[in-house]
């Protein structure tokens, strides 16, 4: 499975973006999909999680009531709307995939496929 992540781009603070994760190379489920993000000189942490049906989801407090993530398994695609951007939400972010059924994981070591990320720079 191969993850095609895209939306990312420089925005103002209080701005939104949609970000856009593309699966291909393979069937799109029953995958666990995830975003992650990294700043520099940060480890890549967890951002918002969804399983394949769409019933649970799963947030970092960070972005909770900021952001949304959601998905279209026709399309083989998962989205993240990002509102009301803050400075410290600058990052690279990756889309994932995780195998397994169950709820949403939040740990990086529990998705099996990782997009090539997308950077999203807020600035002040």
């Known amino acids: 499975v191969q993850l095609q992540a895209s939306g990312g781009g420089l925005v103002q603070a209080g701005g939104s973006l949609r970000l856009s994760c593309a699966a291909s190379g393979g069937t799109f489920g029953p995958y666990i999909m995830g975003w992650f993000r990294q700043a520099p000189g940060k480890e890549r942490e967890f951002v918002a999680a969804?399983?394949?049906?769409?019933?649970?989801?799963r947030y970092a407090d960070s972005v909770k009531g900021r952001f949304t993530i959601s998905r279209d398994n026709a399309k083989n695609t998962v989205h993240l709307q990002m509102n009301t951007l803050k400075p410290e939400d600058t990052a690279v972010y990756y889309c994932a995939a995780d195998l397994r059924l169950g709820a949403p994981p939040t740990r990086t070591s529990e998705y099996d496929y990782w997009g090539q990320g997308t950077l999203v720079t807020v600035s002040s």
């Open positions: 969804i399983n394949w049906s769409g019933a649970a989801t």
